[in-house]
């Protein structure tokens, strides 16, 4: 599985942004897929995840902002990031996984794209 992440950018605290990613390849070996972002000097963190029958699932610092959807039909998901901050800066990584009850678990997840940078000014 390959997954190809597109959308980042920088802009300013209170703005919006939208992340994509695009998986490819043995896509049926995946249930779920999500995001995680890393910040300079931090341990990377579980971001949003879904699963393909639609099941979300937020970490606490973005629910009510960020939302996360998909297209089955494209084998894509979308991070849509609303109200931005400061401390949302960070490396956004998606990443697909067999075990959707476990895709807050980075260390289960099977495949990753490469990061995304999103930089949020004050």
Do not use: H
Not at 38 to 58: D, N, S
């Amino acid at each position: 599985v390959q997954l190809q992440a597109s959308g980042g950018g920088l802009v300013q605290a209170g703005d919006s942004l939208r992340l994509s990613c695009a998986a490819s390849g043995r896509t049926f070996s995946s249930s779920a897929m999500g995001w995680f972002r890393q910040a300079p000097g931090k341990e990377r963190e579980f971001v949003a995840g879904r699963g393909w029958g639609g099941i979300t699932y937020y970490a606490d610092a973005v629910k009510g902002r960020f939302t996360i959807s998909g297209d089955n039909a494209k084998n894509t998901v979308y991070l849509q990031m609303n109200s931005l901050r400061p401390e949302d800066t960070a490396v956004y990584y998606c990443a697909s996984t067999r075990w959707e009850r476990s895709i807050r678990d980075q260390r289960l997840a099977d495949y990753w794209g490469q990061g995304t940078q999103v930089t949020v000014s004050s």
